[in-house]
C-alpha cells in the first residue's frame, strides 16, 4: 500500500505508524531506563510533602490515603486545585507504576524529580478517570503531586495512592524461528497490563525470538476485539512497525532478515482503560517459504484513473486497472473486492473468480485508457463511483482485496493479502471554467468561475465594453448559463458517453426541441410513437383480432431507429455549427445554449435508447439470439420502475389512453426489445427535470427565469409502474408456429416459457371449421388444459383453450393470418385457471 502524508487518511495512519515505531525504538535492548528530563518546573511547594519511604528490597508497593478537603494548599501546575505532595526513593531500577484513585473526583498525577522537574503527568490512565503513570526509573529520589482536574469547585472527595514495580514487564523469548514451526504466543490486553515503552497507557507485551539463518519472515498480531499495533527492532536499530497491515484491523510485518536476535512489542492502538472486556491476542511469527509464494496469486492495482478536480456532493469514476501478478491461479472458492475509499466515502464492486478468471498472468481494465498489451474487459470490471462531499485538497485510495468462502463456518477469511493505489484530488464547490466570452441579449460578457484554497468557487461575469459596469442579477444568471454549457455541455459534446451508441444517417430529418423539460421529451415521445404505429396499422390487426407478426415490430423497431439517426444527423450538424462559430473566436449566445442544452437532453434521453434497441434489432430478429451485452445494458436502462408510457401518451395528445397501452402490451410479448427501448427511454426522461434543476443548482444560479423556462408544462408525481400481485389464474398466452410442411405448432407461453403439450401439430390439410386439440398442457407439474386450433374457409387459423374443467376460452386476438415460416405468433392473454381453483369449480 502506498501511503501519501499529504492526506487526511495518511496522515492519520502515518500518526499511529509513528508511534508504533517509537514503541520498536523503545524496545531495543529489553528494558529502557527514562532520566528525568528538565522541562517543567514546580516552584517550592509552601505545604507539607509526605515521605512515602523507599521503594525496593522488601517493600515492593508504597501506599497512602487523603482527602481533598477544598482548603489544602494550592497545586503547582492547576490553579484552584488542592493538591497533595509526596516524596520517595527508588532503591533498585525498575518499571514503576503510580496510581491516583479516587471514586468521588478526577484524579490528575504528576511526578517530579528531587529538584521539583517534572517527568510526567496524566489524567485518566487508569480506570475510568483515574490517574496513571508508568515509567522505566532508575534508583534516586522522586516526588509526587496528587492533584484534581475540577478544582475546589466540584467539593472534597477522598483519594488513595499506591507506588510499586510492575510485573510482567520482562521480555518473553519464544525460541527460535524455523521452517518446520512457526512460533506464537497469547495474551490479554487489560488495564493492568504493562505499559508500552513510549505509550505507557497503551498495553504491551515484549518478545524475543532468535533467527539462525537469513530468510523473509511474517508476522501476525490478530485479535477479535482489540486493534492491534506491531512493532520490530533489532540491537541495530528499528525495522518496521504495523497498524492494520493485516486482514480488518490486525497487525502484519513482513521483512526479510538477516539471521539474528529480534525484538517484538505487541501493544495496542486503545488505551488500556478503553479495552473491551475481552481484548486477547495472538502472535505468530512464521518463517515464509519464498518460492512457494511466488508460485501463488498475487493480486495488485496496477494503475487507477480519477479526475485530478471533482464537485463536492457529485459522483465521478475511478477507473482501475487490476492483475493478478503471482504464478498461481485465485482458486475459484474465492472471490475479489475492488474497493474506492476516500473522506466520508466508500464504493466497491465484487468480482467471482472462476475457471477463466484471476489466473496467473492476468490484467483486467474499467476503462480502455487504463488498457496494457495484456489487459483486457469483463463485464464485471465496471468503473467505481464515489462522491467526496468537502471542498478542498483530498484524496482517494483504490484497494483489491481477495476473500475466501469458509462455507462450514459461513464467514469469510482473508490473509491479510490487499494493495492499493492512492491518488491525490482536488474537491470544489463547482465547475471552475474561463474566462469565456458570451452573449447575452446583443452584449458580450467576460464569465470566469475560479476557486479560492478552501476549494469554493466564485464566479464572476464582467461587461466587455464596460468592466466597471454593474451587470444585473439576471443578465448573470444567463451569462453564467451559457459560459457553463459552452464549457461543461458544448466542450467535448460528440465524446459525451450519452452519445455513444449515436451515429447520424446520410438523409437529415430537422425536430425541434422547445426545452429540455420532462413534459417536452414525453410529448415529442408520444407523438412519434403514434407515428410509427400508424404506418404499419397494428390496431387495425388488433380490432381484427388477428395475431400480430413479430417480423413487422421488427420492423418497426429498426424504422423507429433509422428515424433516431436521421434526426441525430439534423442535431449533430448544428451542434457542429455551433462549436466551429466558438472556435472561431465567436461567442455563444444565450438562445443557442438554451436550445442546445434541450436538444441534448433530447439525443441522450430519447434518441440513444431507440438507437441501442434497433441495434439489436438488428442483430437478431424474432426467436433469434440477441447480443448479450447490448440486451443487458438496454435492460438495465429500462429497469427504473418509475416511467409511465401513459404519460407520454397523455402529452401527445391521446384519447383513448388504455386502448394504445393495451396494443403496446401486444407489441412488447412479441419482441422483447421493442418494449426495452420505449422504457429506456421513458426512464432517462423521468430524471431529466432533477438534472435540469442540478446543473442550475451546481452553477450557483437561482433565477426565477430560467428556472421557469426549463419546467415541465405539468409536474404529476411520478407513476410507479409495480409489479402486479400475481392473480389467481394463469396468465398466458396461445402460441403457434408454421412449419415448413404446412403444420402448425401449438402451445402456450407463460413466465416468459413456452409450455408445449404433446400432439400439438394442427395438420396442413385440415378441415374447414373443424376443432383439433392439443395434449395436455402441463404447468408446474398438473395439466391445466389443452390448446384448440381450426383452420377456417379464409385461410386463417383460429386458435383456442379448453381448461381442465371443459370451459373454452377464447382470446381477444386470435386469428392467424399468413403466419411467417418457423416463428412463434401469439394470442392476446387469456385467465386459465389453476388446477385446484379448477376443481373447486367443477363441484358446483
Not at 303 to 311: G, K, T
Not at 637 to 644: E, K, T
Amino acid at each position: 500500500m502506498l501511503l501519501n502524508a499529504s492526506s487526511p487518511f495518511a496522515a492519520r495512519i502515518g500518526g499511529r505508524l509513528l508511534a508504533a515505531a517509537l514503541v520498536a525504538v523503545a524496545v531495543i535492548g529489553g528494558l529502557l531506563v527514562l532520566e528525568a528530563p528538565h522541562m517543567a518546573s514546580a516552584q517550592e511547594p509552601e505545604c507539607e510533602v509526605t515521605d512515602l519511604g523507599t521503594l525496593g528490597g522488601e517493600t515492593p508497593q508504597l501506599e497512602a490515603n487523603g482527602r481533598w478537603t477544598t482548603e489544602d494548599c494550592d497545586s503547582a501546575f492547576r490553579a484552584g486545585s488542592d493538591a497533595h505532595s509526596y516524596s520517595f526513593q527508588v532503591e533498585a531500577a525498575g518499571r514503576v507504576r503510580i496510581d491516583l484513585l479516587s471514586s468521588e473526583a478526577d484524579s490528575y498525577l504528576y511526578l517530579l524529580s528531587d529538584t521539583g522537574d517534572r517527568i510526567a503527568d496524566n489524567d485518566d490512565g487508569a480506570a475510568g478517570v483515574n490517574a496513571r503513570i508508568e515509567r522505566d526509573l532508575e534508583p534516586g529520589a522522586y516526588r509526587i503531586e496528587a492533584t484534581t482536574v475540577g478544582g475546589r469547585g466540584r467539593g472534597p472527595a477522598d483519594f488513595s495512592l499506591t507506588v510499586g514495580y510492575v510485573e510482567g514487564c520482562e521480555t518473553i523469548p519464544l525460541g527460535v524461528l524455523t521452517a518446520e514451526a512457526d512460533l506464537t504466543a497469547t495474551g490479554v490486553w487489560t488495564v493492568d497490563t504493562c505499559g508500552s515503552r513510549i505509550e505507557p497507557n497503551h498495553p504491551a507485551y515484549s518478545y524475543s525470538f532468535m533467527l539462525p539463518a537469513s530468510g523473509r519472515v511474517r508476522i501476525d498480531l490478530t485479535s477479535e476485539h482489540g486493534d492491534p499495533v506491531l512493532s520490530l527492532a533489532s540491537p541495530a536499530g528499528v525495522i518496521g512497525a504495523n497498524d492494520d497491515g493485516g486482514p480488518g484491523r490486525n497487525s502484519r510485518i513482513e521483512k526479510y532478515l538477516l539471521a539474528g536476535v529480534y525484538l517484538i512489542e505487541a501493544t495496542t492502538y486503545l488505551q488500556a482503560d478503553r479495552q473491551p472486556l475481552v481484548a486477547d491476542f495472538e502472535l505468530t511469527v512464521h518463517l515464509v517459504d519464498e518460492v512457494a509464494a511466488q508460485h501463488s496469486f498475487i493480486l495488485k492495482v496496477e494503475e487507477s484513473l480519477a479526475p485530478d478536480v471533482v464537485i463536492a456532493g457529485e459522483p465521478f469514476m475511478v477507473d482501475f486497472r487490476v492483475g493478478n501478478v503471482g504464478g498461481g491461479d485465485l482458486p475459484e472458492d474465492w472471490f475479489v473486492i475492488v474497493y474506492a475509499i476516500g473522506p466520508r466515502a466508500y464504493a466497491d464492486l465484487e468480482i467471482p473468480s472462476s475457471e477463466t478468471v484471476w489466473n496467473a498472468g492476468a490484467s483486467y481494465h474499467s476503462s480502455p485508457e487504463l488498457a496494457s498489451a495484456t489487459s483486457t474487459a469483463i463485464p464485471s470490471f465496471e468503473p467505481i463511483d464515489v462522491v467526496l462531499p468537502r471542498p478542498g485538497n483530498s484524496w482517494v485510495f483504490l484497494g483489491v482485496q481477495p476473500f475466501q468462502l469458509v462455507e462450514d463456518e459461513g464467514r469469510y477469511d482473508n490473509p491479510g493479502l490487499f494493495h492499493g493505489i492512492w491518488r491525490n484530488l482536488r474537491v470544489v464547490t463547482g465547475p471552475i471554467y474561463g474566462p469565456v466570452t458570451v452573449s447575452v441579449d446583443g452584449a458580450a460578457y467576460t464569465v470566469e468561475a475560479a476557486d479560492d484554497e478552501e476549494g469554493e468557487v466564485t464566479t464572476t461575469v464582467t461587461l466587455v465594453a464596460d468592466a466597471e459596469a454593474e451587470v444585473d442579477d439576471a443578465v448573470q444568471a444567463k451569462a453564467t448559463y451559457t459560459a457553463a454549457v459552452r464549457e461543461l455541455v458544448l466542450d467535448g459534446i460528440f465524446e459525451r458517453p450519452g452519445l455513444a451508441g449515436l451515429a447520424p444517417s446520410d438523409q437529415a430529418e430537422a425536430i425541434e426541441v422547445p426545452n429540455p423539460s420532462s413534459s417536452t421529451l414525453l410529448k415529442l415521445f408520444g407523438e412519434q410513437y403514434l407515428e410509427a404505429i400508424a404506418i404499419w396499422g397494428f390496431d387495425d390487426v388488433v380490432a381484427n383480432g388477428e395475431v400480430i407478426n413479430p417480423v413487422h415490430v421488427q420492423e418497426l423497431v429498426l424504422h423507429v431507429a433509422d428515424k433516431a439517426a436521421q434526426q441525430y444527423a439534423a442535431l449533430s450538424a448544428g451542434w457542429t455549427t455551433i462549436d466551429e462559430h466558438v472556435s472561431g473566436g465567436g461567442g455563444l449566445s444565450f438562445e443557442d445554449a438554451f436550445a442546445l442544452q434541450a436538444e441534448l437532453a433530447y439525443a441522450e434521453r430519447i434518441l440513444a435508447p431507440i438507437a441501442a434497441a434497433g441495434s439489436i434489432a438488428t442483430q437478431a430478429g424474432p426467436g433469434e439470439m440477441v447480443p448479450a451485452d447490448e440486451f443487458d445494458a438496454l435492460t438495465r436502462q429500462a429497469s427504473c420502475r418509475a416511467a409511465s408510457l401513459g404519460d407520454a401518451f397523455e402529452a401527445a395528445g391521446v384519447e383513448e389512453v388504455e386502448a394504445l397501452l393495451a396494443l403496446d402490451a401486444e407489441l412488447r410479448a412479441n419482441l422483447d426489445v421493442f418494449g426495452l427501448g420505449s422504457d429506456a427511454a421513458l426512464c432517462a426522461v423521468a430524471g431529466v427535470d432533477r438534472e435540469n434543476a442540478r446543473f442550475l443548482q451546481r452553477l450557483g444560479i437561482d433565477d426565477a427565469g430560467i428556472a421557469a423556462m426549463m419546467a415541465p408544462a405539468r409536474a404529476p408525481q411520478p407513476v410507479v409502474e409495480a409489479t402486479p400481485v400475481a392473480p389467481e389464474p394463469y396468465r398466458l398466452r396461445i402460441i403457434a408456429s408454421l412449419r415448413g410442411d404446412g403444420r402448425v405448432e401449438h402451445g402456450v407461453e407463460l413466465y416468459g416459457q413456452h409450455f408445449l403439450p404433446p400432439s400439438r401439430l394442427l395438420p396442413a390439410d385440415a378441415p374447414a371449421g373443424q376443432w383439433y386439440a392439443s395434449g395436455e398442457v402441463e404447468v408446474e407439474g398438473h395439466s391445466i388444459g389443452v390448446v384448440r386450433a381450426r383452420r377456417l374457409a379464409d385461410g386463417r387459423i383460429e386458435l383456442g383453450f379448453r381448461d381442465v374443467n371443459g370451459q373454452a376460452i377464447e382470446p381477444g386476438i386470435r386469428f392467424v393470418a399468413d403466419p411467417p415460416l418457423g416463428i412463434f405468433v401469439r394470442s392476446s392473454v387469456i385467465e386459465v385457471p389453476r388446477p385446484e381453483v379448477a376443481e373447486e369449480g367443477s363441484s358446483e
